[in-house]
């Protein structure tokens, strides 16, 4: 069935460092791809999204491309700031299988210290 | 606002003793989900509804009941809760469940103990 691996965490990173948190997928079809983060003490937000091949999500600074070649879709900031503190979580919907189900990854938690 | 609505923040509760944990919606979406997450599991789906009346299982069903006798309305019920369903839950729902909006809005969750 379809799946999402990402990067187990924490992450722990200094104020203005690169951040990459990869992500992989397996899926029949041509899912979309999601980037969700969830801060501490709330629900998850839908960040960035992808919905084809080469396509580059963007939001907040972060960025992330849907790489089918090598079934990537990994999520990247330049400059992370301390409230970027959060637990980040790929996910992918394919309308090729089942209707209405978003599958997650695990999520990886980051930690952002000033 | 728009937003989804779920109640109680908090839950404590012991083995067998049926617990109704509310969500509402004021987005008029017609998809609503129920998820678990659980530390390295990541979020598992529960229950999803395609429209009022219509309900389907997800990943992890079991020990759960859903019903959607409204559009706003998605409560989860466990009959008989057991500890293993000690897990923070989230609600989310959506405009459409045909895939023309995949963004989900989540609820801010409910810390579910069951001693």
């Known amino acids: 069935g379809d799946s999402v691996t990402q990067m187990e965490g924490p992450v722990t990173l200094s104020e203005e460092a690169f951040l990459t948190i990869n992500c992989t997928y397996t899926?029949?079809?041509?899912?979309?791809l999601f980037w969700y983060v969830q801060y501490p003490g709330e629900g998850l937000q839908l960040l960035l999204k992808?919905?084809?091949?080469?396509d580059k999500g963007s939001n907040k600074g972060f960025e992330a491309t849907y790489r089918k070649e090598t079934t990537s879709f990994h999520l990247e900031k330049g400059s992370v700031q301390v409230s970027d503190s959060a637990v980040y979580f790929c996910?992918?919907?394919?309308?090729?299988?089942?209707?209405?189900?978003?599958?997650f990854g695990k999520g990886t938690k980051l930690s952002v210290k000033p | 606002e728009a937003q989804v609505t779920q109640n109680p923040r908090y839950l404590i509760t012991v083995t067998g003793k049926k617990l109704t944990v509310t969500c509402s919606q004021n987005?008029?979406?017609?998809?609503m989900s129920w998820y678990r997450q659980d530390p390295g599991l990541g979020l598992r789906q529960i229950y999803y509804?395609?429209?009022?009346?219509?309900?389907d299982k997800g990943d992890v069903p079991e020990g759960y009941k859903v019903s959607r006798k409204e559009k706003r309305n998605f409560p989860l019920i466990l009959e008989s809760p057991s500890p293993n369903q000690t897990s923070l839950y989230f609600c989310?729902?959506?405009?459409?469940?045909?895939?023309?909006?995949?963004?989900?809005?989540f609820g801010s969750g409910t810390q579910l103990s069951v001693l």
């Open positions: 509804s395609m429209n009022v009346e219509v309900t």
């Open positions: 996910a992918l919907m394919n309308y090729g299988g089942s209707q209405g189900n978003l599958i």
């Open positions: 899926a029949t079809g041509y899912p979309s």
């Open positions: 989310a729902s959506s405009p459409t469940s045909t895939g023309l909006n995949e963004k989900l809005f």
């Open positions: 992808a919905t084809k091949a080469d």
């Open positions: 987005m008029n979406h017609e998809y």
